[in-house]
T-cell receptor, first 115, second 114 residues
Framework: AQSVTQLDSQVPVFEEAPVELRCNYS??????LFWYVQYPNQGLQLLLKYLSGSTLVKGINGFEAEFNKSQTSFHLRKPSVHISDTAEYFC?????????????FGQGTELSVKP | SAVISQKPSRDICQRGTSLTIQCQVDSQVTMMFWYRQQPGQSLTLIATANQGSEATYESGFVIDKFPISRPNLTFSTLTVSNMSPEDSSIYLCSVGVGLRETQYFGPGTRLLVL
């Protein structure tokens, strides 16, 4: 069975500082990996995804993530955060078509950016 | 990507009643999904709804409580039946797009059961 662990439930950071949100997964099959962001009182927005190819993927709003197969990780990073990045961030994994496209989500990381 | 809308955006309901949530997408899609997000928690898949077949429910979710319809490739409904306060959650639909079925989410329906 697949699972996702987000190692930090809350990450406070000052504006313009770098940030890393950690995500580890477990799976017995090849996976696709995703990061979603949820702003207050909104749905989920896709930040970026790893399907295949280059292990460093770039997404919207200046975020990037690196797929590390040996460490089964997919950490999300941004070199300089803004107040507007304050939101809940979810890491998710799917096993592709073999799993019917179902997403398994981590518990979420609340990013709080302070001035 | 896809543009997804949900109705209603929020509702307050009395226990014992039922609410039907609609999900509309701007293009034809094969796979649609319904998730529940309980207060302060992550998302849990309720069921997968493919057009032309019965919905497939995840462990812990049953058709009598969460009946789903999928009449065509752009629309689905989820009904939350015989509601109790424990059903207070955000309900989100999503659609799978592309060869590897990247999922895009609707804005969610915020349900409060009194």
């Amino acid at each position: 069975a697949q699972s996702v662990t987000q190692l930090d439930s809350q990450v406070p950071v000052f504006e313009e500082a770098p940030v890393e949100l950690r995500c580890n997964y477990s799976s017995s099959v090849s996976v696709y990996l995703f990061w979603y962001v949820q702003y207050p009182n909104q749905g989920l927005q896709l930040l970026l995804k790893y399907l295949s190819g280059s292990t460093l993927v770039k997404g919207i709003n200046g975020f990037e993530a690196e797929f590390n197969k040996s460490q089964t990780s997919f950490h999300l990073r941004k070199p300089s955060v803004h107040i507007s990045d304050t939101a809940e961030y979810f890491c998710a994994v799917s096993g592709g078509n073999n799993q019917g496209g179902k997403l398994i989500f981590g518990q979420g990381t609340e990013l709080s950016v302070k001035p | 990507s896809a543009v997804i809308s949900q109705k209603p955006s929020r509702d307050i309901c009395q226990r014992g009643t039922s609410l039907t949530i609609q999900c509309q997408v701007d293009s034809q899609v094969t796979m649609m999904f319904w998730y529940r997000q309980q207060p302060g928690q992550s998302l849990t898949l309720i069921a997968t709804a493919n057009q032309g077949s019965e919905a497939t429910y995840e462990s812990g979710f049953v058709i009598d409580k969460f009946p789903i319809s999928r009449p065509n490739l752009t629309f689905s409904t989820l009904t939350v039946s015989n509601m109790s306060p424990e059903d207070s959650s955000i309900y989100l639909c999503s659609v799978g797009v592309g060869l590897r079925e990247t999922q895009y989410f609707g804005p969610g329906t915020r349900l409060l059961v009194l």
